[in-house]
């Protein structure tokens, strides 16, 4: 598409986009009494309207029933969580029982290593890419010290060449096959988190599954941001957060993904509790762990309706829209607007102020771009924050910008790029 430089040509990028009324569905957060220019989706996504309504009702439940809430009512909460994995498992592709819905993200892939990190004295390595989100670095090196190695032998980071910010596929696959007598398990963000670049998690599945690896992914910017095909691509593990591109709230319920090939592994091991115990006998309270069949056999602990109540709130919203695939070609021109906006106001500054390290390469990247500011970067973002542009600010010089089809408009973008111009004139 031929973009231009115009409020009008925004607002009418806008008039023929089929999704624009879901952003009526959600909260935007107010700036001097408008709407705030929200491309912080990526960190947080916004409220939805019915988030509350959903939640009361649960809280209706509880104070007329009592502990009867859990077989009793319109939505026993005993069966609450069936409600969402529908909906997720197509958000992620995966079958239905492949899905379970609980705990955090962190808490979630430690308890998946626990099953997937199976180190023997000869294959014991973690391989992953270099700069992953820190708790997942945190994770990882817990786990590498659990099991009695050194960190720095038995955790092989994957970086970007000299001179580059983002990972070549090639690189990961010939890393990955120069370590297969060591490597125990791959693992890898499906989108990292600072460059916004999506890894290739077919080839890296197929790679770590050559080298007799197990092959686990943290999705945590990549679910409900673009979409996914686990399943198929035979993915051992993965989990996500569900704040983020999923719109449940801050600290929101987590979800996991179990592909089917290991339901029947009993060599597994996993770190149980009795919500993960068979369905039809959890209650007889019997000793000796059985799981329930499917990813619902890793559920360690109750329930908590009220998180998934706030993330059924959202769910409904994807379900509204269609697919991840339908909002992903939103997605695709949204972002594609707010790059070429970028770059116009560096044509404007006559020297590219704003480096965008997200790859161009529309099928590398989901909605957000990351921007390094040549200078003043911290002075522009506090710029852009008290005009009420919202993105969100990595040191050292990193602005992160993420328009979500869901809600935001071409003209969100169109303003924030106008204030990022604004913004390089009024700190120099
Ligand atoms: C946001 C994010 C987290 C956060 O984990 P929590 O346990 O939810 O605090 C972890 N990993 C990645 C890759 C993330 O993007």
Redesign the pocket.
């Known amino acids: 598409m031929n973009f231009e430089n115009s409020l009008s040509f925004a607002q009418s990028l806008d008039a023929s986009d089929q999704f624009r009324n879901l952003r009526e569905e959600f909260y935007i957060p107010q700036h001097k009494g408008n709407d705030a220019i929200y491309l912080c989706g990526n960190?947080l996504g916004l409220q939805p309207k019915s988030t509350e309504t959903i939640i009361m009702s649960q809280l209706a439940a509880w104070r007329n029933l009592g502990v009867e809430g859990w077989f009793e009512g319109d939505e026993p909460w005993l069966q609450y969580h069936k409600k969402l994995i529908g909906p997720l498992a197509k958000i992620v592709g995966a079958q239905a029982h492949e899905i379970a819905v609980m705990n955090?993200?962190?808490?979630?892939?430690h308890l998946l290593m626990v099953s997937f990190y199976k180190p023997t004295s000869k294959k014991y390595k973690i391989l992953m890419e270099a700069g992953?989100?820190p708790?997942?670095q945190y994770a990882v090196e817990s786990q590498v010290k659990f099991h009695g190695f050194e960190l720095a032998d038995a955790i092989i980071e994957i970086a970007p060449r000299e001179g580059e910010y983002t990972l070549r596929i090639e690189d990961i696959i010939v890393q990955i096959n120069a370590n297969a007598d060591e490597v125990a398990l791959v693992l890898f963000?499906g989108i990292n988190?600072y460059t916004g670049q999506i890894f290739d998690m077919k080839a890296i599945t197929a790679a770590g599954h050559q080298a007799g690896a197990y092959v686990g992914f943290?999705l945590?910017?990549a679910a409900g941001n673009v979409p996914l095909s686990l399943h198929e691509w035979g993915a051992d593990f993965a989990c996500w957060?569900s704040?983020?591109y999923m719109n449940s709230g801050p600290?929101g319920i987590?979800g996991i993904f179990v592909h089917e090939k290991h339901h029947h592994d009993t060599s597994l091991d996993r770190f149980a509790g009795w919500w993960g115990y068979k369905l039809k006998d959890r209650f007889k309270m019997t000793p000796g762990f059985q799981p329930e069949a499917g990813a619902e056999g890793w559920q360690v602990s109750t329930s908590p309706i009220l998180l998934m109540a706030s993330l059924n709130a959202s769910l409904q919203i994807f379900e509204k829209a269609g697919s991840v695939t339908a909002l992903n070609k939103k997605s695709i021109l949204l972002t594609a607007y707010l790059e070429y906006l970028i770059k116009q106001v560096n044509k404007q500054l006559n020297y590219e102020h704003f480096k965008i390290i997200t790859p161009a390469n529309q099928q590398e990247r989901g909605s957000q771009l990351s921007l390094i500011c040549k200078s003043d970067g911290k002075a522009i973002f506090d710029y852009l924050v008290s005009n009420g542009v919202i993105g969100d600010w990595r040191e050292p010089d990193v602005i992160r910008l993420s328009p979500v089809p869901l809600y935001n408009s071409f003209e969100d973008v169109y303003q924030a790029a106008k204030y990022l111009l604004e913004a390089v004139k009024h700190v120099q």
């Open positions: 960190s955090s993200l962190t808490v979630n892939l992953a989100f708790s997942d963000a988190y943290d945590a910017h957060c704040y983020k600290g987590s």
